[in-house]
């Protein structure tokens, strides 16, 4: 069975400095993982996702993820925190070969970016 | 770029009245989905589509139901709205799985629901 943890409910930085959310995963197949963001009173949007070509994945406004199989991990990072960057972060892992059901979401993390 | 558009993004209703919230994808993907968002919940999925005219139960299914007569609309519809239905929805849609369905959800931006 597939499951996806997000180690932090909340994660609280200074502006320019590292961000790290993390994520871990549990999954009985080679999985595609995702991370998205979302705004307040906006839909998700696609930060990154992993799909086995390469273990370091890049993603939009500077964030990237890094996969460790051994660890079961999926951590989001950031090398210098902004402002527009507060907002809530989802871990999502899926079977490609799977229907629906099978898109596991994380609970969320808020990032709040102090100035 | 996908685009993922859903048809009101503030929508007051009054208990037992039928509501219907619509989206509309313009990529001819095969997969949609409607979720509710709830604090303290995350996301849960009410019913997927994978082709026109075919839907299955997500988690939380009771007092929904949905359409779909076209592939680009999947519309989800509250029979007799509740106040415990308030909440936000989240349509999406994605590639039917196979070597494609690497590719992520694409959402829309929400439909935030009251029931009075």
């Known amino acids: 069975a597939q499951s996806v943890t997000q180690l932090d409910s909340h994660v609280s930085v200074s502006e320019g400095t590292p961000v790290l959310l993390r994520c871990n995963y549990s999954s009985s197949y080679s999985p595609s993982l995702f991370w998205y963001v979302q705004h307040p009173n906006k839909g998700l949007q696609l930060l990154l996702k992993?799909?086995?070509?390469?273990?370091l994945v890049k993603g939009i406004n500077g964030f990237e993820a890094e996969f460790k199989k051994s660890e079961t991990s999926f951590h989001l990072t950031k090398p210098s925190a902004h402002m527009s960057d507060a907002a809530e972060y989802f871990c999502v892992v899926s079977d490609p070969w799977s229907s629906a059901s099978k898109i596991i979401f994380g609970s969320g993390t808020r990032l709040s970016i102090r100035p | 770029d996908v685009k993922v558009t859903q048809s009101s993004r503030y929508l007051v209703k009054r208990t037992g009245e039928k509501v219907f919230l619509e989206c509309v994808q313009d990529m001819d993907h095969e997969n949609m989905f409607w979720y509710r968002q709830d604090p303290g919940l995350g996301l849960r999925l009410i019913y997927f589509s994978y082709d026109v005219k075919m839907k299955e139960k997500g988690d939380i299914p009771e007092g929904y139901s949905v359409s779909r007569e076209k592939k680009e609309r999947f519309s989800l519809i509250l029979e007799s709205a509740s106040t415990n239905q308030t909440s936000m929805y989240l349509c999406?849609?994605?590639?039917?799985?196979?070597?494609?369905?690497?590719?992520?959800?694409?959402f829309g931006d929400g439909t935030r629901l009251s029931i009075l």
């Open positions: 992993y799909t086995s070509a390469a273990t």
């Open positions: 999406a849609s994605r590639p039917p799985r196979g070597a494609r369905s690497n590719q992520p959800q694409h």
